[in-house]
């Protein structure tokens, strides 16, 4: 109502300014006018707030190039252990471990075959556990430890040895083969149950926060040659060959949704799929761009599987530049935010392609601001991952500096999932402090009857900060001192002056407690 008589009254004002001395004020409110037409009319953009409280910060760490050949067990330790380090100094607080890259296993297993990405042979022991030992590193330092599988691929071309337990040896008729590597046939119900016996392995025997999977279905397509899959899809009776693959595909996120929710339901089962669903021309709701796409050419209905919750976050590779000809990120990252609303998304970044891509109007020099400028205006958009890990941990072209210095400067707990749960854990109780030889440790209680239920205790704790006197709000991560699993805080010996601190609960979904306050002076 107050811009509409604004508008009035500024025209009804032009139209009295009708003589040459006045033409100059006179262009000058109509251009108002324009101004407050537009101001009107432009689509509001909900932007977070520049340090949310809650955001997922992944990184994916593979093992499917070859990162560990030639490391020994400590070599391979320190090497990863590093890696976390470097990361934790970033607030990172996700990583995504390819444990299962062609059918075979990064930890141990009685299913599949030791994995040749760790000694250089299939089904050789490496003489120690690297998933037990990431899921502990990883928890020491508070983040989740998301185990990735590829579910199809079973051998890739480097493969010169297969191990006799391997399933492509046990049962050859469940393969096929294509362009040189052998897949596990979608079609297959055989198959699905196998992957899923698989999955059911690891999250019974692994305290794991999350199951992952990549962008790998279908293979990618290779020109002039089809996946021979004919002999299935003509008994299949169906009518279509792409719908048949994506039922196939459908059959298993299904029967892999339903796994995890059954063996351990507050583990998380995501996805990251291509970074192209659809190109306009193949569907008038598509992005406007020419690339290869998840749906048609992987046959992989991500939204479908959003739409119906079976995956319970969405993290589509958008590895391409602002401005790409074919695929630009800015288009994408919009698309996916405006598609993607039942789950939470985050999007997938190339850490190389990102500091490559020149912006000389940043601070960083690259388009790593302008991108997290973009995700942080779409409300949609709950956080990011970046491929790969060593490149942002080893901060190639300061990727770290600026995550450090600016987007991922305070911690932030995970974004929460309803959908699984929603009930918060029970408060703390009784938090004090004593004093000995080190200084001063905060203390707290948990009442241990409410710990019965796994899903709803006490998983960890936030300690919080405040001056005297300044108002606690706990919606600012800039007060988050801690997050810990242990029920006590050792407070720096710096810290002088009187504080009020605050600790609050979080359970396995990072469902948060009321906050029990404590007055401290130091």
């Known amino acids: ?4 008589y604004s508008l009035f009254v500024i025209i009804w004002l032009s139209s009295r300014l009708k003589n040459k001395g006045h033409m100059k004020l006179r262009n000058i409110l109509l251009l108002v006018v324009v101004l407050l037409f537009a ?4 689509k509001k953009v909900v932007q977070q707030s520049q340090y949310p409280k809650r955001e997922f910060r992944g990184a994916w760490i593979q093992a499917v190039n070859g990162q560990f050949s030639g490391m020994d067990e400590v ?16 607030n990172v607080n996700a990583i995504l471990f390819q444990v299962r890259v062609e059918g075979d296993a990064l930890y141990s297993s009685d299913i599949e075959p030791w994995s040749r990405f760790l000694t250089g042979v299939q089904g050789r022991s490496p003489g120690w556990d690297p998933l037990a030992f990431m899921v502990s590193e990883c928890h020491k330092r508070n983040m989740e430890l998301h185990a990735w599988i590829n579910p199809y691929r079973a051998r890739t071309k480097g493969t010169k040895f297969v191990a006799p337990e391997h399933q492509s040896v046990r049962k050859p008729e469940n393969f096929v083969e294509f362009e040189g590597q052998l897949y596990f046939n979608p079609a297959l119900q055989s198959n699905r149950d196998h992957i899923c016996k698989v999955v059911t392995d690891i999250i019974t ?25 004919d002999k299935w899809f003509e008994m299949s009776g169906c009518a279509d060959r792409g719908d048949w693959r994506r039922d196939n595909v459908n059959h298993l996120i299904y029967q892999l949704h339903r796994t995890v929710r059954e063996v351990k ?81 985050y999007i997938g970044q190339d850490v190389v392609r990102t500091v490559n891509a020149k912006d000389s109007t940043a601070v960083c020099g690259h388009q790593q601001q302008r991108k997290y400028e973009l995700q942080r205006a779409e409300s949609n958009i709950s956080g990011s991952c970046f491929w790969d890990a060593a490149s942002a941990a080893n901060n190639l072209g300061g990727y770290r500096d600026f995550l450090a210095d600016g987007y991922y400067r305070y911690p932030a707990l995970m974004p929460q999932a309803p959908f699984i749960d929603a009930k918060s854990p029970a408060k703390v109780k009784g ?13 707290w209680i948990v009442d241990e009857k409410r710990c019965k239920d796994v899903m709803n205790a006490p ?39 009187e504080y009020v601190f605050v600790v609050t609960a979080l359970d396995r979904l990072q469902n948060e407690s009321k906050g029990v306050k404590c007055k401290v002076k130091l």
Request: proline share 5%; charged share 25%; net charge negative.
């Open 39 to 42: 101001s009107c009319s432009t």
């Open 459 to 497: 998983h960890r704790f936030v300690v919080y900060c405040f001056a005297d006197g300044e108002k606690v709000n706990l919606k600012n991560p800039a007060h988050i001192m801690a997050i810990t699993e242990k029920r006590y805080f050792r407070v720096p010996q710096e810290m002088k002056g």
């Open 205 to 229: 025997r692994y305290d794991i926060d999350g199951l992952h999977i990549d962008d790998y279905f279908y293979p990618y397509p290779v020109k002039g040659t089809e996946f021979p899959d």
């Open 431 to 443: 938090v004090s402090t004593v004093e000995d030889e080190d200084g001063t440790m905060l203390l």
């Open 265 to 345: 339901p507050w583990v998380k089962f995501g996805v990251s799929p291509f970074g192209i669903y659809r190109n306009e021309k193949s569907w008038e709701y598509g992005s406007k761009t020419n690339g290869m796409q998840c749906y048609d050419e992987l046959n992989a209905d991500v939204l479908f599987w959003v739409e119906q919750g079976w995956v319970d976050y969405c993290i589509p590779q958008v590895y391409w530049e602002i401005g790409h000809k074919a695929a630009d990120y800015e288009e994408l990252v919009g698309w996916w935010a405006k598609h993607v609303v039942d789950r939470p998304l």
């Open 75 to 90: 070599q391979m330790k320190k090497y990863l252990t590093e890696m976390l380090d470097n990361l934790e100094k970033v």
């Open 1 to 4: 109502m107050v811009v509409k």
